[in-house]
């Protein structure tokens, strides 16, 4: 770990690289200027103008921060099951998470953050119990967050009235928390109900955040809700009026023909597809075709056993995955993957106007990936190697303009004491049951 230094925000800073890809396409030996945490110049750096401090990366490549759409980052105690049989959220999640505490939330996240942080991940859309854990966790390390409290009526741990009461409580409380975006989180329509899922769907309109709920995961919810309201639950959701409002529906690999159809056309919703997540339940979300007919995808990395937070691999496995799905080489280009794990992700979040690509005015969450590696040589296109990119290549990151990666290690927190945590909160979780 380097020294802990603190933020400064006095001076600017001008990053050199070999390439930088910009929202018009990948820029030669170009260099981004920040200052006050905002991107104030890009170009080449031959014009670039005079910095207070400039950070080399010639070897290298600076890229947008990755958006991660859909995480439980204090879910990764699962990496630790190892093979597990049944349903992952209904057999193997939902027992141990009756028996989780704040602590043990905050332990979990920190090295889940951790995680996606030293893989080049700026910013994660988190969706877990003891939400403040993880705003804890995510402001402790450095990265960017959009989190909300986990909230059921029923089925889910910690499920209830109460459930609902924090979930507004948190958005209230962190209205102007510093890199923490908060937004309401309604598990599911299975597990809240409709009645309860517009009440707070009206909540969200009233403090003007986000929804973002799982939507079509699983052959059980859609059953149930067919069962107890007679079609599938992207109609519903569309009968209640929640697909009219800022939506990031997580899954939907279980919608319908005409669902997709529904999620495309509403404006205001995004789906997120979790490639490896969905291909290790034996599905995909068809997100070439719903990027086709007008809806906006991004990626996320979720949350299972053999699941890991490096969302540039799953740029690669969803290019693979709709290959797969579609037949067809070309349905999902690694310059789409690129764009829904960068600007996609920014949008889905309601983020578009301050993250997710390089350019003027924006904050700066940026990358430095190395390129002088065997992993990422040859190359042809510099946004197409980045998606070979992971820890082992990310150098350097910067969050709202502040370096919290430093030659591939954090800056902000000690990495060792985070993994020992985890192991320590692991031992204490698996006890209890
Ligand atoms: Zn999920």
New binding site residues.
């Given amino acids: 770990m380097s020294s802990v230094r603190p933020m400064r925000t006095d001076v600017t800073t001008r990053i050199d690289a070999s390439w930088v890809i910009t929202p018009e396409g990948p820029v030669a030996d170009a260099s981004v200027v920040v200052a006050d945490g905002a991107i104030a110049w890009v170009g080449a750096t031959s014009a670039a103008p005079l910095a207070d401090e400039v950070v080399d990366c010639s070897w290298g490549l600076l890229a947008p921060g990755l958006v991660d759409a ?3 980052l204090g879910l990764s105690w699962s990496k630790a099951l190892g093979p597990t049989t049944g349903h992952p ?1 209904y057999d193997v999640f939902w027992p141990r998470e009756s028996s989780l505490d704040h602590d043990l939330v905050k332990a979990f996240a920190m090295s889940s953050a951790a995680e996606a942080l030293l893989a080049g991940t700026t910013c994660v859309a988190d ?1 877990y119990f003891f939400a403040d854990a993880s705003a804890e966790a995510t402001t402790a390390v450095g990265i960017r967050s959009f989190v909300g409290e986990t909230m059921a009526t029923r089925y889910v741990p910690h499920h209830g009235r109460a459930s609902i009461e924090r979930g507004i409580d948190f958005v209230e409380r962190h209205r102007s928390t510093h890199l923490v975006h908060p937004a309401l989180a309604p598990h599911a329509l299975d597990t809240m109900g409709a009645e309860a899922l517009s009440e707070v769907a009206a909540e969200a309109r009233r403090l003007g955040v986000p929804l973002h709920m ?1 939507v079509a ?1 699983s052959d059980r919810e859609v059953a149930d809700v067919q069962a107890e309201y007679g079609c599938g639950p992207v109609e519903k959701l569309a009968e209640i009026g929640v697909l009219d409002q800022p939506l990031l529906a ?2 939907a690999m279980h919608a319908s023909e005409g669902e997709l159809d529904l999620l495309a056309r509403s404006p205001s919703v995004s789906t997120v597809y ?1 490639p490896t ?1 969905h291909a290790g339940l034996g599905r995909s979300l068809p997100a070439a075709r719903l990027r086709l007919i007008g809806g906006n995808v991004a990626l ?1 990395t ?2 299972v056993p053999t699941q890991r937070r490096k969302l540039a691999s799953e740029a690669r496995a969803a290019v693979i995955c709709q290959q797969v799905l579609t037949g067809d080489a070309g349905a999902l280009s690694l310059l789409d993957a690129f764009e829904m794990a960068t600007a996609g992700g920014a949008a889905a979040i309601g983020l578009a106007n301050q993250i997710g690509t390089i350019e003027v005015g924006k904050r700066a969450d940026v990358v430095a990936h190395r390129l002088d590696q065997p992993a990422m040589a040859p190359f042809t296109d510099p946004v197409e190697v980045w998606t070979c990119s992971g820890p082992d290549q990310v150098h350097s990151v910067w969050v709202d303009g502040r370096r919290v990666v430093e030659d591939g290690h954090l800056v902000l927190v000690d990495e060792g004491s985070i993994a020992r945590s985890a192991q320590a909160a692991r031992a204490k979780l698996f006890l209890r049951n």
């Fill in positions: 859909h995480t439980h959220v969706h799982h995961q997580a899954h979790c997540v996320g979720d949350a």
